[in-house]
């Protein structure tokens, strides 16, 4: 029903995760997985659209290519805002970039230059809104960050147009820790 599902969300330091060792990381991509997994199957969605921002567009990526394990018709593709867009990431980061580039089903640039103004960034909003049919955005109000940017140019595509976005909480993911450690608790 939605070709096209744009993921975004926090960067790392916006919600306090500052290495790929952070002991909630693991939580929060498995409530990644999870929420996109069933949006593929309610929806039949067929791609994931990203920038590649580091953060919450970065996992979702990866989480993408562990469900085409389940859901082989699945695709991905990575749409930087500009060329080395990685250059600044650390190390860990900079590696999950590179294999998300590689192992994306299409990459490509959306201004075809290294970065040079806000103004590029402003665009890799608008660009991958346009380009999708749905978002799934990592973002809740009360904690402010880079994702209202987003969020502001899905909110204008859905005021005039059939747009849904969804959305992952902060509480949907600390539910699913306290599920996760009641299992543990259990098993």
Not at 103 to 108: A, I, L, N, W
Not at 141 to 162: L, N, V
């Amino acid at each position: 029903m939605y070709d096209v599902l744009a993921i975004s969300g926090y960067k790392p330091h916006e919600i306090g995760v500052f290495n790929e060792k952070h002991d909630q990381l693991p939580y929060l991509k498995k409530a990644l997985t999870k929420k996109i997994g069933q949006l593929i199957e309610e929806y039949d969605i067929k791609w994931i659209l990203t920038s590649g921002q580091s953060g919450v567009e970065l996992w979702s990526a990866e989480s993408c290519i562990r469900l085409k394990n389940v859901h082989p018709h699945i695709q991905l593709a990575t749409i930087a805002p500009f060329h080395n867009q990685e250059e600044r990431y650390a190390e860990a980061t900079k590696s999950l970039y590179e294999t998300v580039w590689n192992e994306s089903d299409y990459c490509d640039f959306i201004t075809k230059r290294p970065y040079d103004s806000p103004a590029q960034l402003r665009l890799k909003n608008q660009f991958i809104v346009d380009k999708s049919d749905a978002a799934l955005i990592l973002y809740d109000e009360g904690t402010e960050g880079t994702p209202k940017y987003f969020q502001e140019e899905a909110d204008k595509k859905q005021a005039h147009s059939d747009y849904p976005i969804f959305y992952l909480t902060p509480d949907d993911i600390e539910e699913m820790v306290r599920d996760e450690l009641n299992n543990e608790t259990w098993n």
